[in-house]
C-alpha cells in the first residue's frame, strides 16, 4: 500500500497500473479443461474458477498446497433499517462461534484441510446507512488506508460526519431554517423506534474514535447545507 495516497483516483489509477493475469496460463488451464474425461461446462462454476486462479498463479495446473479460509466480520449501518434477520449485536456472537469451531464455515473448511482465520472489524462502529448516505465518505476512506499504514493495529470502521454532532430532527429543522421554511419537526427518540435493531444514540454518530485515531478536523456540516440550497436555490 502507497503512503503518498492522495485521492481515491489516485488509488484507481495504481490500480489500473497492476499487472493482469498470466495469459500463457490462462490459455494452457482452458485448453487442458477441454480434454478432461466429462461435459463440457459439468463442473459448472468450478471450472471458471480453476482457470481464474491459474492465470493468477501464472501456471496452467496449479496446486493449492496450504488452504485459507479468512472471515472478515463487521456491521453496517444499513442495518437500522431493519433489513437484516438478526440485529447488529448477533454479529458478536457469530465471530465467537467461528473461533469456537461451532460454524457450518468451520466444517467446509475442516473438510477442506484448510486453516481458518476470523478477523472483527470494530463491531462497534458500523458504516453509514447507505440509503442515507454513503457508507464510508472519501476522506474516511483514506484516512483508514492511511492509518493502516501508519499502525496496522488500527484497523476497523470509523464514523465519519460532518462537525458538530447532530441529530437527524435537528438537521432537518436546520434545513426548514436555512430555508426559510416555518415547519415544526417532531423529535422521536431511539427508543420508540419500532424496529429492534440498533441504532446510534438519536441517530448522532460518534465520530470521538475517528478523531482520536487520524487526528482530522471534521468539515462544519452547517457550511455545506448552505452551499447546497444556495445552489438549489440558483437551479429555480
Same mark, same amino acid.
Given at each position: 500500500?502507497?503512503?503518498?495516497?492522495?485521492?481515491?483516483?489516485?488509488?484507481?489509477?495504481?490500480?489500473?497500473?497492476?499487472?493482469?493475469?498470466?495469459?500463457?496460463?490462462?490459455?494452457?488451464?482452458?485448453?487442458?479443461?477441454?480434454?478432461?474425461?466429462?461435459?463440457?461446462?459439468?463442473?459448472?462454476?468450478?471450472?471458471?474458477?480453476?482457470?481464474?486462479?491459474?492465470?493468477?498463479?501464472?501456471?496452467?495446473?496449479?496446486?493449492?498446497?496450504?488452504?485459507?479460509?479468512?472471515? *472478515?466480520?463487521?456491521?453496517?449501518?444499513?442495518?437500522?433499517?431493519?433489513?437484516?434477520?438478526?440485529?447488529?449485536?448477533?454479529?458478536?456472537?457469530?465471530?465467537?462461534?467461528?473461533?469456537?469451531?461451532?460454524?457450518?464455515?468451520?466444517?467446509?473448511?475442516?473438510?477442506?484441510?484448510?486453516?481458518?482465520?476470523?478477523?472483527?472489524?470494530?463491531?462497534?462502529?458500523?458504516?453509514?446507512?447507505?440509503?442515507?448516505?454513503?457508507?464510508?465518505?472519501?476522506?474516511?476512506?483514506?484516512?483508514?488506508?492511511?492509518?493502516?499504514?501508519?499502525?496496522?493495529?488500527?484497523?476497523?470502521?470509523?464514523? *465519519?460526519?460532518?462537525?458538530?454532532?447532530?441529530?437527524?430532527?435537528?438537521?432537518?429543522?436546520?434545513?426548514?431554517?436555512?430555508?426559510?421554511?416555518?415547519?415544526?419537526?417532531?423529535?422521536?427518540?431511539?427508543?420508540?423506534?419500532?424496529?429492534?435493531?440498533?441504532?446510534?444514540?438519536?441517530?448522532?454518530?460518534?465520530?470521538?474514535? *475517528?478523531?482520536?485515531?487520524?487526528?482530522?478536523?471534521?468539515?462544519?456540516?452547517?457550511?455545506?447545507?448552505?452551499?447546497?440550497?444556495?445552489?438549489?436555490?440558483?437551479?429555480?
Amino acid at each position: 500500500m502507497r503512503s503518498d495516497l492522495t485521492d481515491l483516483s489516485h488509488l484507481r489509477r495504481l490500480l489500473a497500473q497492476a499487472p493482469g493475469p498470466d495469459t500463457a496460463a490462462l490459455e494452457g488451464a482452458t485448453a487442458r479443461n477441454g480434454q478432461l474425461t466429462k461435459p463440457p461446462g459439468a463442473l459448472g462454476r468450478l471450472e471458471e474458477l480453476a482457470i481464474w486462479y491459474a492465470g493468477w498463479r501464472g501456471d496452467p495446473r496449479p496446486r493449492i498446497a496450504a488452504p485459507q479460509v479468512i472471515v *472478515f466480520a463487521g456491521n453496517h449501518g444499513v442495518a437500522a433499517q431493519g433489513v437484516s434477520a438478526f440485529p447488529p449485536e448477533v454479529t458478536e456472537q457469530m465471530v465467537l462461534n467461528f473461533r469456537a469451531g461451532g460454524a457450518a464455515i468451520n466444517q467446509l473448511a475442516e473438510a477442506a484441510g484448510a486453516k481458518m482465520d476470523v478477523h472483527a472489524l470494530d463491531l462497534d462502529q458500523p458504516t453509514a446507512d447507505f440509503t442515507q448516505t454513503p457508507a464510508m465518505s472519501e476522506a474516511a476512506c483514506l484516512a483508514a488506508l492511511r492509518g493502516l499504514m501508519a499502525d496496522p493495529a488500527r484497523t476497523g470502521t470509523y464514523h *465519519f460526519a460532518g462537525a458538530p454532532d447532530v441529530s437527524w430532527a435537528g438537521f432537518a429543522r436546520a434545513i426548514f431554517e436555512q430555508a426559510g421554511v416555518d415547519c415544526a419537526v417532531e423529535d422521536i427518540p431511539t427508543e420508540a423506534y419500532p424496529t429492534p435493531a440498533a441504532r446510534p444514540k438519536n441517530s448522532r454518530l460518534d465520530c470521538r474514535s *475517528f478523531e482520536a485515531a487520524f487526528g482530522l478536523a471534521r468539515p462544519d456540516w452547517r457550511a455545506g447545507l448552505r452551499e447546497i440550497l444556495a445552489e438549489l436555490g440558483e437551479m429555480r
